[in-house]
């Protein structure tokens, strides 16, 4: 009698222990099985707007991962630098405070040269030649040349190709002389002003708009789709379409924090990542040339097309920048990318 209920007890007993074990591995412990595992969160930050090629493919994003892993992950998008700014952004994904940034590939040269073919003007003749790189062996490998510094690129996604918007029409390299340009924090984009007689500041995105405003800068250097959301065409009264140079995004996360995703999670974001890129992709120049439109409709801003002479000689004035980087980047990569644009 006392033998077969102590059977029962201890039966009871370790009856218990396997559900109060079933319920940790199965995420509920502590709750009884009531609480519903938490979902993984993503920060995102960026610095453009919302109506804008990176505001948009952020949002995208966000939208199909709380579609395809509901409760599973959630993300949270800041636009605008509203969070942090690019520069910020890069500590703040080595540190785990955020989880992905879609950074332009010429703030990477604090971390590496090895983004610096991006910057080299006149390089690639337009985005499909970009991207033909990008799928390269080569631009394929740059997705991983970070992890040291805490970042592992995933994907690229287009802006668009750079103006110039200034005081007074630049039909020559010339007219460029003695005005103050606000760029990028990239020194390929430095020895590029100094070539044509500029003097180059390097300056948060956030500070542009009012850098121009009050004179701090007269220039800058921009896609279509940056100078209309950001508003910089209202208070720069010529934009001279050069397309003289790439602006695109290195999507990227934490190494650490993307190994400690579970198996099925890590794959399913990283096929998302890429539709959402081919989305991205082919939006992007839709979303540049609206923004060109709606600039010439303002009539705050003249627009000014080039001859393909004038054009030419943008050219040559530049050219010297690939001399001086063509050690540190590499002449036959420089060469190699050339090649991309048939
Ligand atoms: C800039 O600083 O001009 C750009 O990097 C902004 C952006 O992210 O497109």
Redesign the pocket.
């Known amino acids: 009698m006392y033998i077969s209920n102590h059977f029962t007890l201890v039966r009871k007993i370790s009856n218990g222990i396997l559900i109060c074990l079933a319920a940790i591995l199965l995420g509920c412990g502590g709750g009884g099985g009531q609480e519903a595992a938490k979902p993984i969160l993503i920060k995102f930050p ?3 707007a919302p109506a ?1 090629p ?1 505001g948009e493919a952020a949002e995208r994003f966000k939208q199909v991962v709380e579609e395809r892993l509901a409760g599973r992950v959630a993300v949270e998008v800041y636009p605008s630098a509203q969070l942090m700014s ?1 520069d910020d952004s890069l500590d703040a994904l080595a540190f785990g405070e955020v989880q992905m940034i879609a ?2 590939l ?2 990477l040269d604090r971390l590496t040269h090895k983004f610096q073919i991006f910057d080299l003007p006149f390089l690639f003749p337009d985005l499909p030649a970009v991207e033909r790189f990008q799928a390269s062996d080569y631009g394929q490998g740059l997705l991983r040349s970070m992890v040291d510094s805490k970042l592992l690129g995933l994907s690229f996604w287009h ?1 668009g190709m750079k103006q110039f918007s200034g005081p007074a029409p630049m039909r020559t390299p010339e007219s460029a002389k003695g005005l103050k340009f606000r760029i ?1 924090e990239s020194d390929v984009l430095q020895a590029q002003i100094l070539q044509i007689g500029g003097n180059p500041q390097k300056m ?2 956030a500070e ?1 708009y009012q850098a121009l405003q009050t004179g701090a800068v007269d220039a800058q250097e ?2 279509w789709s ?1 100078i209309y959301s950001s508003k910089f065409y209202e208070v720069q009264p010529y934009i001279t379409e050069t397309n003289h140079g790439y ?1 695109g ?1 290195l999507v990227a996360v934490n190494p650490d924090f993307w190994a400690s995703l579970p198996d099925d999670i890590r794959s399913e974001l990283a096929l998302i990542v890429q539709e959402v890129t081919i989305w991205a992709n082919e939006q992007s120049t839709i979303i540049d040339l609206a923004g060109k439109e709606k600039i010439i409709e303002s009539g705050q801003s003249e627009v000014i097309e080039l001859t393909a002479d004038e054009r030419a000689a943008w050219q040559r004035a530049m050219r010297p920048v690939w001399d001086t980087f063509s050690e540190s980047i590499g002449a036959d990569l420089i060469a190699a990318a050339q090649a991309y644009d048939k």
């Open positions: 960026h610095v453009t804008t990176k690019d950074i332009s010429s703030k802006n990028m948060a995105f542009v921009n896609t940056n602006l995004y």
